[in-house]
């Protein structure tokens, strides 16, 4: 994965060569290289197997990188690592003399989030991470040491509608947004860190200080379109401090292109016609009697009248829903066979 202001070379294990034993190109190796490989990689293609076995001089295999350093700068290291096992497993990350961190004898069955906060003390300093595993392997992918420049504080994101978005809404794509409080690193959002129901996202779109990111999504059906943090959410400020959650609620855009259905039933006695009209959600329509009639607009319910003489006749209903779904034109038939006026009771 690529970061602004990266020291470590080859970070995510993407460049290596192959003999008899795969090494990884920018990394210093240990004496002992024991069951060190490849594997599917937190991001990219690869990251780094390693799977040293007990019976080796030394039972542990490493591998390090000399990073040029600032007496006294603050810097953030991190990485991701999955993997290890229960027993005789053990893992470090060093820098220079300082344990950056340590695991015995764990097991990570997901990608995890590695990170420490160091202050350099010499113009050199070496990373080293250092493995044994004799049962199973450890991975690691995404290796990122960066000046934090005096900022080790996360920053806070929340994912949510984007202002200004409708809800409901008959237009898509809909828009969500991941907002910060801070300058983002923004080759370190991506679709991968969301995910979402009923919909595909399309390109994102970065600006601004602080960072907003707006997502958009194209719905799949009618319906409720829905987004999260994936699984694999990561962001990161120009410092290198890396964010796994975000906040925000209202993640939830109802998407309606379905028009309303408008139905109608007429009662006729005498001369007083009735015809009650009613839509499955929420409409307005227009009455027209005949062809040759004119439309009323928002005539509502019941439509009344008493004046017509004996015959057959139609009333024409068209409508729509507040989100301008345009009904299909519908009508309703009825006789008046009386020339008087039935009671009103």
């Given at each position: 994965?690529?970061?602004?202001?990266?020291?470590?070379?080859?970070?995510?294990f993407?460049?290596?060569?192959?003999?008899?034993?795969?090494?990884?190109?920018?990394?210093?190796?240990?004496?002992?290289?024991?069951?060190?490989?490849?594997?599917?990689g937190?991001?990219?293609?690869?990251?780094?197997?390693?799977?040293?076995?007990?019976s080796?001089?030394?039972?542990?295999?490493?591998?390090?990188?000399?990073?040029?350093?600032?007496?006294?700068?603050?810097?953030?290291?991190?990485?991701?690592?999955?993997?290890?096992?229960?027993?005789?497993?053990?893992?470090?990350?060093t820098?220079?003399?300082?344990?950056?961190?340590?695991?015995?004898?764990?097991?990570?069955?997901?990608?995890?989030?590695?990170?420490?906060?160091?202050?350099?003390?010499?113009?050199s300093?070496?990373?080293?991470?250092?493995?044994?595993n004799?049962?199973?392997?450890?991975?690691?992918?995404?290796?990122?040491?960066?000046?934090?420049?005096?900022?080790?504080?996360?920053?806070?994101?929340?994912?949510?509608?984007?202002?200004?978005?409708?809800?409901?809404?008959?237009?898509?794509?809909?828009d969500?947004?991941?907002?910060?409080?801070?300058p983002?690193?923004?080759?370190?959002?991506?679709?991968?860190?969301?995910?979402?129901?009923?919909?595909?996202?399309?390109t994102?779109?970065?600006?601004?200080?602080?960072?907003?990111?707006?997502?958009?999504?194209?719905?799949?059906?009618?319906?409720?379109?829905?987004?999260?943090?994936?699984?694999?959410?990561?962001?990161?400020?120009?410092?290198?401090?890396?964010?796994?959650?975000?906040?925000?609620?209202?993640?939830?855009?109802?998407?309606?292109?379905?028009?309303?259905?408008?139905t109608?039933?007429?009662?006729?006695?005498?001369?007083?016609?009735?015809?009650?009209?009613?839509?499955?959600e929420?409409?307005?329509?227009?009455?027209r009697?005949?062809?040759s009639?004119?439309?009323?607009?928002?005539?509502?319910?019941?439509?009344?009248?008493?004046?017509?003489?004996?015959?057959?006749?139609?009333?024409?209903?068209?409508?729509?829903?507040?989100?301008?779904?345009?009904?299909?034109?519908?009508?309703?038939?009825?006789?008046?066979?009386?020339?008087?006026?039935?009671?009103?009771?």
């Amino acid at each position: 994965e690529s970061v602004a202001g990266n020291l470590v070379a080859n970070c995510g294990f993407e460049a290596y060569t192959e003999d008899t034993a795969y090494h990884p190109t920018g990394w210093t190796e240990s004496t002992y290289w024991d069951h060190m490989g490849w594997t599917s990689g937190h991001s990219g293609d690869y990251g780094l197997s390693a799977g040293p076995v007990s019976s080796g001089e030394g039972s542990v295999s490493s591998i390090s990188q000399e990073l040029t350093t600032v007496i006294g700068t603050a810097y953030s290291l991190s990485f991701y690592l999955s993997g290890g096992a229960t027993y005789d497993a053990s893992f470090t990350a060093t820098l220079g003399d300082t344990t950056a961190s340590s695991y015995v004898n764990e097991l990570f069955s997901t990608w995890t989030l590695v990170q420490f906060a160091f202050t350099a003390s010499a113009a050199s300093t070496t990373l080293t991470f250092s493995f044994y595993n004799d049962p199973s392997y450890w991975y690691l992918d995404d290796v990122v040491f960066v000046d934090a420049g005096g900022d080790l504080t996360p920053p806070t994101v929340t994912l949510a509608q984007k202002a200004g978005q409708a809800d409901p809404t008959k237009t898509g794509p809909v828009d969500f947004a991941l907002v910060a409080d801070e300058p983002l690193d923004t080759a370190t959002v991506a679709a991968a860190d969301f995910d979402v129901a009923n919909g595909t996202i399309g390109t994102i779109a970065c600006s601004g200080t602080p960072t907003a990111c707006t997502i958009p999504v194209t719905p799949t059906a009618d319906g409720a379109v829905t987004i999260a943090p994936s699984a694999a959410f990561s962001v990161r400020d120009l410092a290198g401090n890396t964010q796994t959650a975000a906040g925000g609620t209202d993640r939830s855009i109802t998407y309606d292109t379905t028009p309303p259905v408008i139905t109608a039933s007429p009662k006729v006695r005498g001369l007083n016609v009735t015809i009650t009209i009613v839509a499955n959600e929420t409409a307005t329509w227009d009455c027209r009697l005949g062809t040759s009639g004119s439309w009323v607009e928002n005539c509502g319910s019941p439509w009344t009248t008493s004046s017509l003489p004996k015959g057959t006749y139609t009333l024409y209903l068209r409508g729509a829903d507040t989100l301008g779904n345009i009904a299909e034109e519908s009508s309703v038939t009825f006789t008046v066979k009386s020339g008087k006026k039935a009671p009103l009771n």
